[in-house]
């Protein structure tokens, strides 16, 4: 089972024995802008991936002009 | 990754304080530091009365959390835009504003535009013709008016919004670029009330990060509204963001820095020249300080628009209060 990142509602496979912040990156996002989620809590992104693990990507910024 | 004050399994690695923390530790950390600006910056004291401008986002609703674990007298203001970007943005950001108050028990007003002035905010845009296809520029001046007009009518000392660094950061890039002298010379984590019986402006969260913020939300387990407003996709502040975020991943710090040092320089007298007290007087029709001759900007514009729809023109003093619905 491959390890899985979810990010806005798209899914996207990463490998396990990388770290997050590197999975993160290699989907083209930027490591400050997103927080990671494993079964509903916060993990820190040097979190090495295992298969099977399912991780939601929660996107930290937003706001317009005000 | 191990929390340094416990050694348990840290939840958030802060790379711009050197710092991880566990959940727990993460919760009373936070407010800590949101304590230290609030008074740093003179802001408020538990003897004001505090209206907090709450959106439904994670940031105004983790700040009047806060607010409330450290024990102010906060109410919240929600103010209904009427917009909708096919996901009902409003609709579900004023019930998440208002799931948040009851199951808190805390006081939330709400005012909606369109049922209090005659036309949702994508609608005042389109009538007034202002803003480039975009409605932020109305949308702000309507915030802006109603927020001062509640905070006058319920007497309150201090109105707080939850602009966080990032946002901070974002508009004083903006106007670092442009060399906006008299903006940066008024950009500031308080401001004193310009006129006796207004209330003074500040933002608690000017020194916490945006991705702090978001994690003090997942970690307290608060239901925010996640999708942004549909109008902020492609802003020149989320363009901003995205580059200082780039520059923070090389420096991490380097978001925090470029703002403490404006505070700095600001202090050090290097915008003063810019400074200029705007010159304030009372609207002639409702009595809200403008800088605008006879009548402000808001009652022009609302008048413009209800001739449009051909309503009532001249609004009567009796609307100009908003219809303020509160709870619980
Ligand atoms: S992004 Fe949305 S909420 Fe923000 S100013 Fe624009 S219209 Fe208003
Ligand atoms: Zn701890
Ligand atoms: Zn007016």
């Keep these: 089972m491959p390890v899985k990142l979810v990010y806005r509602g798209k899914e996207y496979e990463a490998n396990a024995g990388s770290t997050v912040r590197d999975a993160v990156r290699k989907i083209g996002l930027q490591p400050e802008t997103v927080l990671a989620v494993l079964d509903g809590k916060l993990i820190t992104d040097d979190t090495v991936l295992r298969e099977g693990m399912q991780i939601r990507l929660v996107a930290v910024i937003s706001g317009g002009a005000g | ?328």
């Design chain 2, 1 to 328: 990754m191990k929390c340094r004050k416990c050694g348990g399994a840290a939840v958030i690695n802060m790379r711009q304080h050197k710092l991880a923390l566990c959940a727990e530790d993460y919760l009373a950390w936070l407010p800590e530091q949101v304590q230290r600006s609030i008074e740093k910056y003179e802001m408020f004291s538990p003897a004001d009365k505090v209206l907090v401008a709450v959106s439904g986002g994670k940031d105004s609703l983790g700040l009047w959390d806060i607010l409330a674990r450290l024990g102010y007298q906060a109410d919240g203001l929600y103010i209904g835009l009427g917009i909708h970007g096919g996901f009902g943005y409003s609709d579900q950001s004023r019930a998440l504003s208002q799931a948040f108050a009851g199951a808190r028990g805390l006081k939330l007003h709400i005012v909606e535009v369109e049922a209090a002035y005659g036309a949702t905010i994508p609608e005042l845009a389109v009538i007034s013709n202002r803003g480039h296809g975009r409605p932020c520029s109305v949308c702000g001046l309507n915030k802006r008016y109603i927020m001062n007009r509640v905070a006058h009518d319920g007497g309150y000392t201090a109105l707080v919004t939850g602009h966080n660094l990032d946002d901070e950061v974002a508009v004083l890039m903006q106007n670092t670029l442009n060399w906006a002298g008299g903006y940066l010379a008024r950009q500031a984590p308080v401001l004193a009330a310009t006129r006796p019986g207004l209330a003074r402006k500040a933002k608690p969260l000017c020194r916490i990060y945006e991705r702090e913020m978001a994690a003090y939300a997942i970690v307290r387990g608060i239901d925010y509204i996640y999708d942004e407003c549909p109008h902020a996709v492609g802003s020149t502040t989320l363009y901003y963001k995205e580059l200082l975020n780039q520059l923070e991943e090389k420096r991490p710090g380097a978001k925090l820095q470029f703002y403490l040092s404006f505070l700095q320089a600001k202090e050090a007298g290097l915008f003063s020249a810019a400074a200029s007290e705007p010159d304030l007087h009372a609207c002639q029709r409702c009595g809200q300080p403008t800088t605008a001759p006879g009548e402000c900007s808001f009652c022009r514009l609302w008048d413009k628009v209800r001739a449009v729809k051909g309503l009532p023109t001249r609004l009567p003093a009796s609307m100009l209060q908003p219809h303020v619905e509160t709870e619980p």
